[in-house]
């Protein structure tokens, strides 16, 4: 087999591939088994017909299609392989020239990722922000502790206050009439979450278990039902119970409840512990995006929109798998936000033509540097990933190669190991405290 490949406009190329005709004459054979199997032939049993009756009985055209079907994806791979292209659509068919006893040749057209002109990508100046954690930081994460954990207490004689519950019956009417979706009795609400429409939850405030009100609103004029977008509606509400947080005091016993120390020291010094662990990881990936987007700014590439719909087509469908985990279907979603697919994809698509931009960048830059993915490397990352799966890392890898998904450990592997080269090739500048709080009040007072 022969192929050769010839640059087009528009990051395309024009691939001819050329079969060899005894390999044609092979397939065609085959072709006229496989037919001669799914048709009826008069005088002859299904499978038994010679290979000119067959051709008579479904005619030429049918013949070298089913052949060409059966020789195309094997010839395609061993063509892009030869070329050495990379594709990111599927090839678009110009001409075949078939006929048997000659050669089988294919003219097509096919997108192919695009050339990408590195500029300066090594060797920046980087500042470092400083990774400090202060008593101030530590108490904090008590006390969102102690509210994580705090009980809730009936309160018998109260009015409602910002953070209680309210337990409420509720029916809500617009122009007089009730509305579907307005009516819940029993419900609890967290006052001064903002879970409901703005200006219900404040004038909720100061009543009394027992107390009945009614509660005027205006609907958002972005409000995912379109029938009651912008209109005014009045709530009649009753206030069934008061429902507020009891924290537990912050001491020793405390420590022994929520983790796994005897002491407050000792948590607070596993706070303090894990806060600066936290710090010092948003730290390196802010250098780490820092020295990328550098390197990708100098970078001259021309982003095919093929590649782009195609990552769009990934975030849509991250997106919906993280709504499915909170219980919501990307068309409830939508519904909510009053909005469509099609919008939806118009918002992400500048980040998604960035995300694209930043991946080809840093595959040429490895190119550039020669960096690679080893198999030891790729088993040592599924040894890590696959227990995150309560799966075998040998049963995983098989999954993940069945799947076709294997190259998506290797792709990951090199982005970091890119990055990671980018940031050695830098010049890291720790920045202290009064540098950043200098920058700062420039800022303020800017």
Do not use: C, W
């Not at 009936?154 to 007089?176: K, L, P, Q, S």
Request: without cysteine; glycine residues 6%.
């Amino acid at each position: 087999m022969k192929a050769t490949a010839e640059k087009l406009e528009k990051n395309e190329v024009r691939l001819e591939i050329e079969v060899e005709a005894e390999k044609f004459t092979q397939a065609v054979n085959r072709a006229a088994k496989k037919l001669s199997n799914r048709v009826n032939i008069p005088g002859f049993r299904k499978g038994k017909a010679p290979k000119i009756l067959v051709e008579r009985y479904v005619g030429k055209d049918v013949l070298y299609q089913e052949a060409i079907e059966d020789i195309f994806p094997s010839a395609y791979r061993q063509a892009v392989d030869e070329t050495n292209i990379s594709p990111i659509s599927q090839p678009e068919v110009e001409n075949i020239d078939a006929e048997e006893g000659k050669p089988l040749v294919f003219k097509l057209k096919v997108g192919v990722k695009p050339e990408v002109k590195l500029g300066k990508y090594k060797g920046f100046d980087i500042k470092k922000q400083p990774v400090e954690v202060t008593e101030e930081d530590v108490q904090k994460e008590l006390e969102a502790m102690q509210n994580h954990h705090a009980k809730l207490v009936t309160v018998e004689d109260g009015e409602i206050e910002n953070g209680d519950t309210a337990v409420i019956d509720f029916t809500g009417y617009v122009d007089g009439e009730e509305f579907e979706g307005g009516k819940a009795e029993n419900y609890s609400l967290v006052v001064g979450s903002g879970t409901f429409i703005p200006g219900f939850e404040e004038q909720l405030v100061g009543m009394k278990p027992g107390e009945e009100k009614d509660v005027n609103v205006t609907f958002p004029e972005d409000y995912h039902v379109e029938n009651l977008a912008g209109k005014e509606a009045v709530f009649k509400v009753k206030l069934n119970s008061i429902k507020r947080k009891e924290l537990a005091p912050l001491d020793d016993e405390f420590a022994k409840d929520v983790s796994e120390f005897d002491t407050l020291e000792e948590l607070k010094a596993d706070l303090m512990n894990k806060l600066k662990e936290g710090k010092e990881r948003m730290a390196e990936q802010a250098v780490n995006r820092e020295v990328v987007d550098k390197a990708v700014e100098n970078a001259e590439v021309e982003v095919p929109k093929a590649m782009v719909d195609k990552r769009l087509d990934e975030m849509i469908q991250n997106m919906e798998s993280r709504l499915r985990t909170q219980g919501l279907s990307l068309e409830q979603y939508l519904q909510y936000t009053n909005s469509s697919v099609e919008e939806l994809r118009e918002k992400m698509r500048d980040d998604a033509e960035i995300e694209v931009r930043r991946e080809l960048v840093l595959e040429q830059i490895a190119k550039e540097e020669g960096l690679t993915v080893s198999e030891e490397e790729v088993d040592a990352e599924i040894e890590m990933v696959a227990p995150q799966f309560n799966q075998d890392p040998k049963q995983f890898k098989f999954t993940l190669e069945s799947m076709g998904n294997l190259d998506v450990i290797k792709e990951d592997i090199l982005r970091r190991k890119v990055i990671k080269h980018l940031v050695d090739e830098a010049n890291i500048i720790e920045a202290d405290n009064k540098e950043n709080n200098s920058s700062t009040n420039e800022e303020v007072s800017e």
